[in-house]
């Protein structure tokens, strides 16, 4: 399917009604193409209208729990302009939280997403409350993604706003994300990835990673983040990889990033998982890494931290123009484990490097 271009702009009140009574497939899928959608490339299929918000009572999904557990998927299709026109997408993911908490997230559904898809775009959208991860680009090419809201309470557990794995040339831009977890995480197998004027908060920040889980081999590169604001996360810039994984993440920029409150402003760690021993053997290569013009208050004295591996370690680590000031007015201070690197006009200034 080529050319597919859908608008939400009226209410819905569940999956059961999308403007008009529509019923699910046995499988539990909606075929546009039943409703009125061409899908031929060149007629607008765009009257297929509204707000879309799921049932209230998990026993109302009707998952097979042992499938990937989806709420709406777009797959395999060129063109895909995704415009929300200011509807909304309501996860009501509160029952979920409660029934499968944090570490139990693989039987909570994903809100959205976006497989396989090429020269995609998504803007103007509202998204609320997923049951886990609000919105998920994998194994897609060339996606532009701006002028969303997400937001999700704080304590709600592993709400990403937007997931990206296995993608390149990813660009995102405009939004702002208010989530449990990470606003923007950068998983294995992309590159290219360009991200421009976000406001995250809360939330965990913009993360690459985790990488390197159950001893795999997972990579991201050529990543950009940019004219992005954090306030009141627990993260802010954060690269993040698993003991015992192998791979590698290699030239990612921060550059020209607001701090407010932040709880750890900038932050590497290569041994993500504490209980793993030092002496396994193996962690995903970190190299490259620039943080450029980053600037704000922390709430606690851990400005700049780099937890790198003591057999591979993190390799040319540059920082310029930083000034990391604490909320308080306090001392703030970096502190560095097997990192290698320079600075230049940098507070709290990293002595730290080996």
Request: hydrophobic share 30%; glycine share 10%.
């Amino acid at each position: 399917m080529k050319g597919l271009y859908i608008v939400l702009t009226c209410i819905i009140s569940s999956l059961a009604s999308l403007c008009v009574a529509i019923t699910p497939n046995t499988n539990g899928t909606f075929d546009v193409l039943n409703y009125g959608a061409i899908g031929d490339g060149s007629t607008d299929d765009s009257n297929l209208r509204g707000n879309i918000t799921a049932p209230k009572d998990i026993e109302a999904w009707k998952f097979e729990y042992e499938s990937e557990l989806l709420w709406i998927q777009f797959s395999t299709i060129s063109g895909l302009v995704f415009n929300g026109s200011g509807g909304q997408i309501n996860g009501q993911g509160a029952p979920w939280w409660l029934k499968f908490p944090k570490n139990q997230e693989k039987y909570r559904p994903s809100a959205l997403k976006f497989k396989e898809c090429q020269n995609l775009t998504v803007f103007n959208s509202t998204h609320f409350n997923s049951p886990k991860n609000h919105i998920s680009i994998h194994s897609c090419k060339n996606a532009t993604i701006y002028n969303l809201q997400i937001i999700a309470p704080e304590d709600s557990p592993n709400t990403d706003g937007i997931d990206i794995s296995t993608s390149t040339n990813i660009q995102i831009m405009n939004s702002t994300m208010e989530t449990g977890d990470d606003c923007i995480a950068i998983n294995a197998g992309s590159s290219y990835i360009n991200i421009t004027n976000i406001f995250c908060g809360p939330g965990h920040g913009i993360s690459v990673g985790s990488l390197g889980k159950g001893e795999n081999y997972e990579a991201v590169e050529e990543v950009y983040v940019k004219n992005c604001t954090f306030t009141g996360t627990s993260n802010g810039a954060r690269i993040k990889t698993w003991k015992g994984g192998s791979g590698h993440a290699w030239n990612i920029k921060y550059e020209d990033i607001k701090l407010d409150g932040v709880k750890n402003p900038v932050i590497i760690d290569q041994n993500y998982d504490p209980l793993l021993s030092d002496m396994i053997g193996s962690a995903v290569e970190v190299k490259n890494v620039t943080y450029n013009n980053i600037k704000g208050t922390s709430i606690n004295g851990h400005a700049i931290q780099f937890f790198c591996d003591s057999n591979i370690g993190c390799t040319n680590i540059v920082l310029n123009d930083i000034n990391i000031t604490k909320v308080d007015g306090g001392e703030t201070h970096a502190s560095c484990n097997n990192a290698h690197g320079t600075y230049s006009s940098c507070y709290p200034p990293v002595s730290c490097f080996s």
